[in-house]
């Protein structure tokens, strides 16, 4: 069973530019969220997304957007990038299982989108 | 919202030594903590979890203990082997208001183990 896949997994963007990151979770998965890690700041939250509607949102600026289509793929989108968006951006996938304790809480990486903003 | 403080942030052991990561978090209410292996360059990888109806799991050579009183959970990982080096992190996961997974992970800092040959 094929994991996370994110493309591209290198690019390399100059200040003011935006940038499109696409993410294909794991087959039979219908969340999708969207984490930023950086040296200074760690792994931080971004979004969430489920049935094409974002359900749950980090503490980023307006300026870092996603979306999710109805095959569960998703992108997420950073325009008017500066230079303290250079991170690595990883996408998980979960699958959504009713229930407090269902199976569904766990979260599948994918190896991440190397951006850096020149 | 919740905050999860990881220790050490820098972890050496000879090989065959065991090691052990502590994390504590902050929202009583948090119900899931994953842990996480990052290697180099890629992604991370989820090795282990605990939901807090229980206070312990293992698998093989790793496990995690869980003390919802103190609000804190550890890693061990026994027998250490050189391929066991990389940066692991601990999270934390709360219920939506329904009592459902909000899906949003909580992170500490990470800890580099370094298991030495």
């Known amino acids: 069973k094929a994991g996370v896949t994110q493309t591209p997994r290198y690019l390399i963007k100059t200040r003011g530019q935006q940038v499109t990151l696409s993410c294909s979770p794991i087959s039979g998965h219908r969340s999708v969220s969207w984490y930023q890690q950086t040296p200074g700041q760690g792994l931080q939250f971004l979004f969430e997304y489920f049935s094409e509607t974002q359900r749950n949102k980090g503490n980023f600026p307006g300026r870092f957007s996603g979306r999710q289509f109805s095959n569960s793929r998703s992108e997420m989108n950073v325009s008017t990038l500066e230079l303290g968006d250079s991170a690595l951006y990883l996408c998980?996938?979960?699958?959504?299982?009713?229930?407090?304790?269902?199976?569904?809480?766990?979260?599948?990486f994918g190896e991440g989108s190397w951006l850096t903003v020149v | 919202g919740e905050n999860v403080e990881q220790h050490p942030s820098t972890l050496s052991v000879q090989e065959g030594d065991s090691a052990v990561i502590k994390c504590t978090y902050s929202?009583?209410?948090?119900?899931?903590f994953p842990w996480y292996k990052q290697e180099l360059g890629k992604g991370p990888q989820l090795i282990i979890d605990?939901?807090?109806?229980?206070g312990e799991k293992k698998d093989q050579r790793i496990a995690v203990t869980l003390n919802k009183t103190a609000k804190h959970f550890s890693l061990h990982i026994t027998e250490t082997q050189p391929e066991d080096s990389a940066v692991y992190f601990c999270a934390a996961n709360r219920p939506n208001n329904s009592g459902g997974s909000n899906y949003k992970l909580t992170f500490g800092k990470g800890t580099l183990l370094t298991v030495n040959p």
């Open positions: 998980a996938s979960s699958l959504i299982v009713r229930g407090r304790w269902a199976s569904g809480n766990t979260i599948y």
């Open positions: 929202d009583s209410a948090s119900n899931y």
């Open positions: 605990i939901r807090s109806n229980v």
